[in-house]
């Protein structure tokens, strides 16, 4: 005979988009929701892809719970106070320690978007784009005090084609979050037991963090590498940068030309992009090898220029700063 599914009591914990999907799809799909914990406004202002979780909160009437630090006294009184039986943490920089992890009863579960042990660390997505993988996944795993160490509860791997950047790999990271956060909360309200395997550490290093400050582009390297470092950079994150004849400029898309070989110093405009449809448009910059065309960029004031306007633009190198010493 089926067991009648139970009530659970759940938290969701999150600061970033990656959060938002899989909860609405846990929402939608009559899962009550006790309490969502997210941080403080001044702290969410610092985070790449921060998400407000407000709107959702006053929606769907459920507790919105800001802290600073999941690991203090007060965080660690409030998550005991909950009474949950599952804590989900998706999308959320802090590592949790002991004492909050034991507050939830059948265990608190993240999300990692590699396919663990690989590439375990800071900015899977940016940096397996960074990197030129063809290949990622996300994974689901009991957390633990160790960074991604968690046994793994389910995994999904996720194709990387020429054509995604951050945002599109990140919605699908999200799509396969709601497909395994909603298949362990069935499981676990029909009472089955839960399913999770060790990993086994290959003893890789792990991805280190990356800042704002990271993201000026290197024209010393081939058109593929840099294509492949913007689109790992645009939005929501904050965008790689360089220096429009001298000022510093956003440049949050671009194409990969298929030409070969060094066809000028890097970082020098070789010309327009023209066509009479205005969105094809653009900047075509020289690469230690290849050229890049640049599609979309944002000067120092924040004026975005696309187009037919970066076409006439008139600039005339993207050298970096200390490029021109």
């Not at 037991?193 to 081939?222: F, I």
């Not at 000067?299 to 970096?320: H, P, Q, T, W, Y």
């Amino acid at each position: 005979m089926t067991q009648k599914p139970r009530a659970l009591r759940i938290g969701w914990m999150s600061h970033h988009v990656e959060g938002i999907k899989p909860l609405k799809a846990v929402l939608a799909a009559a899962f009550p929701v006790n309490a969502i914990i997210t941080l403080h406004d001044d702290l969410m202002a610092n985070k790449s892809g921060a998400a407000d979780f407000t709107s959702i909160a006053a929606e769907h009437d459920v507790p919105l719970h800001r802290v600073r630090n999941a690991n203090d006294p007060a965080s660690v009184e409030l998550l005991n106070g909950l009474n949950l039986d599952v804590l989900f943490v998706i999308g959320w920089s802090q590592i949790l320690h002991l004492p909050a992890l034991r507050s939830a009863r059948l265990g608190c579960f993240g999300a990692h978007a590699s396919m663990l042990p690989a590439n375990r660390g800071s900015a899977p997505i940016n940096w397996a784009l960074i990197k030129g993988e063809k290949q990622t996944g996300n994974t689901l795993m009991r957390l633990s005090e160790g960074v991604d160490a968690g046994d793994i509860v389910a995994q999904k791997p996720i194709q990387i084609s020429s054509f995604d950047n951050v945002a599109t790999l990140y919605d699908r990271v999200a799509e396969t979050n709601c497909e395994m956060v909603l298949t362990l909360l069935k499981d676990l309200a029909e009472g089955k037991p839960l399913q999770a395997q060790p990993q086994r550490h290959d003893g890789s290093p792990l991805l280190p963090r990356r800042h704002p400050e990271h993201g000026q582009v290197d024209w010393a390297q081939p058109a593929r590498k840099v294509y492949d470092f913007i689109r790992a950079l645009t939005r929501p994150y904050p965008g790689a940068f360089s220096s429009a004849d001298g000022t510093r400029t956003t440049i949050w898309r671009s194409a990969l030309l298929p030409v070969a070989g060094r066809l000028s110093e890097p970082g020098m405009v070789l010309g327009q992009i023209v066509s009479d449809s205005a969105r094809a448009c653009g900047l075509v910059v020289s690469c230690s090898e290849g050229a890049v065309v640049l599609l979309e960029i944002e000067d120092a004031k924040g004026k975005i220029l696309s187009g037919r306007e970066l076409a006439l633009s008139g600039i005339s190198n993207f050298f970096n700063p200390q490029d021109r010493h």
